[in-house]
Antibody, heavy 121, light 107 residues
Framework: EVQLVESGGGLVQPGRSLKLSCLAS????????MNWIRQAPGKGLEWVAS????????YYADTVKGRFTISRDNAKNTLYLQMTSLRSEDTALYYC??????????????WGQGVMVTVSS | DIQMTQSPASLSASLGETISIECRAS??????LAWYQQKSGKSPQLLIY???RLQDGVPSRFSGSGSGTQYSLKISGMQPEDEGDYFC?????????FGSGTKLEIK
């Protein structure tokens, strides 16, 4: 069974940093691209960042570019999101999601339960 | 960025009714379109990908169609467990973008 379990969230002051983790199990993690997607309270979904299976390709939303860093450790089956210079508008539930493997089609086929990040003084 | 315009924002349907939700892309997304269901307090669940391919385990009353810039999700015979929020996702170009969502309720 595919499982994605996020951790590392919490309450943080504006301008500070936080690192999220997503532990994957039930599939060969090193074969799949991975993503972070967030959802502000009561709002829709916003794609944040993507990383390819070997970390060769990395993409970010403009809203986080230069502040957030996506990375992965395939030996530990873990995806990361290092968040710096946090702002109140980064307050959201952060999901990690696996990239589906249908050729040429981007979709997120499995999602974690999400981890809450609250940026407030 | 590709804008995804989703409609309606909310919908109320009777049990057994057939409903449709639409997503219009601001440019051709070449069927790179997925649909998700999100129930209250839960993470999104994939229903449809590549515009019309049913994800494993998803009931056959869900179907997707469309091409170019116009896509739709149809539920043929509303069931109580279909209540929730529905989102479309375009995966044609970075940044990937979601529709604003449709809240589906039982009438």
């Amino acid at each position: 069974e595919v499982q994605l379990v996020e951790s590392g969230g919490g309450l943080v002051q504006p301008g500070r940093s936080l690192k999220l983790s997503c532990l994957a199990s039930g599939f060969t993690f090193s074969n799949y691209g991975m993503n972070w997607i967030r959802q502000a309270p009561g709002k829709g979904l916003e794609w944040v960042a993507s990383i390819s299976s070997s970390s060769s390709y990395i993409y970010y939303a403009d809203t986080v570019k230069g502040r957030f860093t996506i990375s992965r450790d395939n030996a530990k089956n873990t995806l990361y999101l290092q968040m710096t210079s946090l702002r109140s508008e980064d307050t959201a539930l952060y999901y990690c999601a696996r990239l589906g493997d249908y050729p040429g089609i981007t979709h997120f086929d499995y999602w974690g339960q999400g981890v809450m990040v609250t940026v407030s003084s | 960025d590709i804008q995804m315009t989703q409609s309606p924002a909310s919908l109320s349907a009777s049990l057994g009714e057939t409903i449709s939700i639409e997503c219009r892309a601001s440019e051709d997304i070449y069927s790179n379109l997925a649909w998700y269901q999100q129930k209250s307090g839960k993470s999104p669940q994939l229903l449809i990908y590549a515009a019309n391919r049913l994800q494993d385990g998803v009931p056959s009353r869900f179907s997707g169609s469309g091409s170019g810039t116009q896509y739709s999700l149809k539920i043929s015979g509303m069931q109580p467990e279909d209540e929730g929020d529905y989102f479309c996702l375009q995966g044609s170009k970075f940044p990937f973008t979601f529709g604003s969502g449709t809240k589906l309720e039982i009438k």
